[in-house]
């Protein structure tokens, strides 16, 4: 018999060593089915053991805490669970039976073993989402505790402050310790208390869900200030109120940021002057029915501060905008308000004041305006266009001031800068008429409704058709013939005079083509005005010889005539396309209506071929005409005869002016004298014993 513990015995290895070694070993192929959880192995060996303890006698409920444990081990990223289902499914079993034998309560309910697990993962998954989830909106909240520049304090239901962040204290006044359990009556205005008591009652009572009220708080210095309250009670499960959390807002810093942006958003930063925003607030005010009776609004603008800025740059116009600035403010003083409108312009309001003083201020301003402002010893002048209005009653339509005085600006820049212009309601009415029509023109060129007459030009010796002008009229439907001349200005803004004027020349240069096929030589000379705007065009030349090949009318049967302002207006290259025309055999004229001097030097670099004269030097040759104007009119004649050009002249109006126009050496001429209005093409063919359709 052998002794225990002798040499030559073997030892009963213990259970609990073999249990152990067979929970290492199914731990580590449990680990391995799982995705990178190799670093949890000592959590699945425990997990082992509690699924494989003998003495437990609900399975089930094993499984459920091990499934628990596995998230809350951090085993709770995607995989997990189906790698363990999976794994112990094939292999949980197995290693029971081997522990414990087939009789053992889990190796029979491996099934349910498993959905217990599962059960319990999938809770403590869902409780670890709601907490995370509150731990987030925890810290989010956190953090706009401490960052917003609001104050927001959590109250105690008793009306204590339980925790605060750093702006309440800068409200209140208070160092940041003694804020926590102040009450509500320290903090709250004696005369609010009440009304904000009754309101918390209301949200205790649940009666109401929060509460945004205007309230006054007082400092700790006694001072009293408006406050924007907002409440919200916090509440738990049972519905009680545990907390209340207060936002304030100090509504002395809000309106004086509100006063500022104000301040801001209607003065100009560069001048300081209030802006247009505020003149134009400024002139609501005084057109209503409350406004003061008689006022004067002076609209001052710059000419020239693109030339200073463009050749100095913006910091030297600046200097001569606020030399501007300094200049109104010293001569219409305290009693007026002045404003920076635009880059250049400005705007002055007088009330309780009559016309004359204003306008005596206006010219005493334009004459320091145009003292140069000096700059690196350079004297830097600009002068100033104003449109003055003025008003004896109020009533008028909010922005009718500023339109009339914008008006009146653009009279005084159009008679010439550096002055001044008073708005007058006639002008304005009328030049309003011509304005609308000239919009509507893009109207009836749609509608077709333009077409082309035509003013004979007769020859003084024999009343013979020598030349025939083209006049482009509107056959309106309320106005009947509109001579289109009369809006030429206006329809080069509109953009629409270039288009007609092609059009025009066009459809004469057909007409005339037929008339010269029909007379040859005996055709009379085709004359169309030419715009400054159509001398811009770079393709002039090639544009008018297609036309003159399209229609079959010879160069020399068509006269281009000039207007007076042209010559002094074109560019170099803009007179030799002129030159280029006349090289090809179109004629030259160039209208001088208004009998002034005529440009000689310009004249020279011009082909001209005639001058055309009306006004003075044909009105100093009526009957009864005095006799300044009568010498004024020989004198010029005379001279222009020199030039050794053709002489025509416009509104010729009884046999008495032709008669001395021939006699001064004009040899055409047009007029009421041969035909009282433009003739349609059919009544030219007429004219010239054509057949109406030629």
Request: aromatic letters at 4%; glycine letters at 10%; hydrophobic letters at 45%.
């Amino acid at each position: 018999m052998k002794t225990a513990g002798g040499a030559g015995d073997a030892p009963e290895p213990r259970a609990d060593l073999v249990a152990a070694t067979a929970h290492e070993g199914f731990a580590q192929r449990w680990a391995e089915a799982l995705p990178a959880a190799a670093a949890h192995h000592e959590v699945l060996v425990r997990l082992t053991g509690v699924l494989s303890s003998v003495d437990d006698r609900e399975p089930e409920e094993a499984a459920r805490r091990a499934g628990r444990s596995l998230v809350g081990q951090g085993l709770f990223r995607a995989g997990v669970l189906e790698g363990t289902i999976a794994f112990l499914a094939g292999n949980l079993r197995p290693h029971l039976v081997a522990l414990h034998g087939a009789d053992h309560p889990a190796a029979s309910r491996v099934p349910a073993v498993l959905g217990a697990l599962a059960a319990g993962f999938a809770e403590a998954a869902a409780e670890r989402a709601v907490d995370e989830a509150r731990e987030e909106g925890e810290a989010k909240f956190r953090a706009v505790w401490r960052t917003s520049a609001l104050a927001i304090a959590e109250v105690a239901p008793d009306g204590r402050v339980v925790d605060h962040n750093a702006a309440l204290p800068a409200i209140l006044g208070y160092p940041p310790h003694r804020v926590t359990g102040l009450s509500a009556r320290e903090v709250v205005h004696p005369d609010d208390l009440p009304a904000l008591r009754r309101l918390g009652g209301q949200l205790l009572t649940g009666e109401r869900d929060g509460v945004q009220v205007e309230k006054r708080l007082v400092r700790a210095d006694g001072e009293a200030i408006p406050a924007q309250l907002a409440i919200t009670p916090v509440r738990g499960r049972d519905g009680d109120v545990r907390c209340y959390v207060a936002v304030v807002e100090d509504l002395d810093e809000v309106r004086a940021l509100q006063l500022q942006l104000v301040r801001q958003s209607l003065s100009d930063p560069l001048t300081g002057l209030a802006n247009r925003a505020q003149f134009l607030g400024w002139l609501e005010s005084e057109e209503g029915p409350q406004g003061s009776g008689s006022l004067v609004v002076a609209l001052f603008d710059l000419d020239g501060l693109r030339v200073v800025n463009g050749a100095f740059g913006h910091a030297v116009g600046d200097r001569v905008l606020r030399a501007a600035v300094s200049v109104l403010g010293t001569v219409f003083g305290a009693g007026a308000r002045i404003a920076r409108l635009g880059g250049d312009e400005f705007g002055v309001l007088v009330t309780g004041s009559d016309l004359p003083p204003v306008l005596d201020l206006v010219e005493q301003a334009l004459r320091e305006l145009a003292e140069p402002v000096w700059w690196e010893e350079r004297g830097i002048g600009v002068a100033a266009s104003v449109g003055v209005v003025a008003r004896t009653g109020p009533g008028l339509p909010d922005g009718e001031l500023l339109r009339r005085a914008g008006v009146a600006l653009d009279w005084a820049k159009d008679s010439g800068k550096t002055g001044w212009s008073l708005y007058d309601p006639d002008r304005d009415a009328r030049e309003r008429d011509r304005s609308a029509l000239a919009a509507s023109v893009a109207g009836g060129a749609e509608q077709g409704d333009f077409r082309v007459d035509y003013e004979p030009v007769h020859a003084l010796a024999d009343r013979s058709v020598v030349a025939v002008e083209a006049v482009l009229r509107w056959d309106h439907a309320e106005r009947g013939l509109v001579d289109l001349r009369w809006l030429g200005p206006l329809l080069e803004r509109t953009g629409m005079g270039l288009r007609l004027d092609r059009w025009a020349l066009e459809r004469a240069c057909a007409q005339a083509g037929r008339w010269y096929a029909a007379l040859g030589e005996g055709a009379p000379v085709l004359s169309v005005d030419l715009s400054v705007r159509q001398c811009q065009e770079p393709e002039l030349v090639a544009w008018v010889r297609q036309v003159l090949r399209d229609t079959g009318l010879p160069p020399h049967k068509l006269r281009f005539e000039l207007p007076e302002r042209l010559p002094s207006a074109l560019s170099e290259e803009q007179v030799e396309e002129l030159n280029i025309l006349a090289s090809h055999g179109v004629l030259l004229a160039l209208d001088q209506l208004g009998g002034g001097n005529v440009a000689v030097d310009r004249i020279r670099q011009l082909p001209l071929s005639a001058l055309k004269f009306g006004g003075p030097p044909v009105r100093g040759l009526a009957e009864g005409a005095n006799l300044v104007d009568r010498a004024a009119a020989v004198a010029l004649l005379s001279w222009s005869r020199k030039l050794e050009l053709e002489l025509h002249a416009v509104h010729v109006s009884t046999s008495d002016e032709a008669r001395r126009l021939r006699e001064l050496g004009v040899s055409a001429g047009q007029g009421v004298l041969f035909n009282a209005e433009p003739l349609t093409g059919e009544d030219v063919a007429e004219l010239l014993g054509l057949a109406p359709d030629a």
